[in-house]
């Protein structure tokens, strides 16, 4: 059995590895081929190209970068010719794998297509669910209110549930962590996760780094450590190279997820990290800011009340969304501080947490084993249309 698995930035880069771990385990015969980072490498992937050539994000930072992407749009479609997989499974990054979709329907290949992270349409170009059907034969989603969205216009859209529940998060411990680094126990810990896209570290970083300082200048009992990813590695050194702080940047996955479990605290860019941050209970803020152009679209363009995934899924805000102009230094030390004082703030997260793991709902199965059962249905289906 051959898969051909796209995945366009660091966080569908886990869940390809996720996944690639769990079809392992329902079927022994198994190739993967495609576009993938770090963790689908380590599970076996030789990537065609290096995906921080696609994770960038906001118009006027993709801009620069269209000739390159739609470069790798061609070199995929061609690869994917060349292997003739039984599947082909983008992981979010419609707007990348929507084109190569789109490319292989005209060549009619004949190959099922499958897209794994429903696009965001309840946030914005909700016309978008009307017409994925003509793209790709089913769509796996990741929380359980999004099917809706796509099924009234055909498309085949399926709930298999959030890998953040299967994370080695879960499992992780703190006091490992603390041993192997020397952190003394009386060090509170703050975690500093700037984004993975080389636009967000150099718009994000600065501010988080200003903000620990002063932190740092109240208490020197405040200790950082910053998890970040090989395609930002090098640009979050040099970034912190001049700054005055108690600071280990880390690159290995199991030890930000030690990290995570050793922390008081974190500031964090939005995405599914804060989803990780919920599940083991690690209270936080989130700030985030994009070129003014950018985020003048946004305002227009995106019909939502919240931005990170804990307060939509609760329907209100427990953690602080500082965006814009909000995303300043005083701001992101004041609650910090006022997250670290276990008061209001703090205990509505801590009942929220709790909420949001429920909804993400753990089930017989993990969320990577079925997305791999939807998967192979689809395979065996096509092998049986194919005989008849």
């Not at 950018?294 to 363009?301: E, Q, V």
Request: net charge positive.
């Amino acid at each position: 059995m051959k898969i051909y698995l796209v995945a366009g930035e660091p966080s569908g880069d886990l869940l390809g590895a996720r996944f690639m771990r769990a079809m392992r385990l329902k079927e022994k015969n198994v190739e993967f081929f495609g576009v993938g980072g770090d963790a689908m490498e380590a599970e076996g992937l030789k990537p065609l190209f290096d995906i921080s050539d696609l994770a960038v994000m906001g118009l006027t930072e993709v801009i620069p970068s269209i000739p390159k992407v739609l470069r790798h749009i061609k070199e995929t479609v061609a690869d994917i010719k060349k292997v003739q997989p039984d599947v082909v499974i983008t992981i979010d990054s419609w707007s990348f794998s929507s084109r190569i979709h789109k490319a292989l329907r005209k060549l009619k290949t004949g190959i099922p297509q499958v897209h794994y992270v429903a696009p965001q349409v309840w946030a914005w170009k909700k016309k978008r669910a009307r017409t994925m059907y003509k793209y790709i034969d089913c769509l796996l989603t990741l929380f359980p209110y999004e099917p809706k969205y796509f099924t009234p216009y055909k498309l085949d859209a399926r709930f298999v549930g959030h890998p953040v529940i299967e994370s080695e998060v879960v499992t992780a411990s703190g006091d490992d962590f603390r041993k192997k680094f020397n952190i003394p126990e009386n060090k509170k810990i703050i975690t500093l996760l700037p984004g993975s896209r080389k636009n967000e570290v150099s718009s994000l970083l600065p501010v988080f780094i200003e903000a620990a300082q002063e932190l740092h200048e109240r208490d020197k009992d405040f200790y950082f450590v910053l998890p970040t990813v090989k395609t930002v590695s090098h640009m979050v050194k040099d970034m912190l190279q001049n700054a005055s702080l108690p600071v280990l940047v880390l690159e290995d996955e199991q030890d930000r997820y030690g990290a995570f479990r050793a922390s008081a605290a974190a500031i964090a860019a939005s995405g599914t990290v804060a989803l990780e941050l919920a599940i083991c209970d690690v209270p936080h803020i989130i700030a985030y800011k994009v070129a003014p152009l950018t985020a003048f679209l946004a305002k227009k363009f995106l019909h939502i009340q919240f931005v990170n995934l804990s307060n939509i899924l609760l329907g209100r805000e427990i953690i602080p969304e500082l965006l814009q102009e909000r995303c300043v230094k005083g701001n992101i030390r004041n609650y910090i501080l006022e997250l670290l004082r276990h008061e209001d703030l703090y205990n509505r997260q801590m009942e929220g947490f709790a909420k949001v793991r429920k909804i993400l709902g753990q089930g017989e199965q993990s969320p990577s084993e079925n997305a791999c059962d939807a998967v192979l249905e689809i395979i065996n289906h096509k092998k049986i249309d194919k005989k008849a």
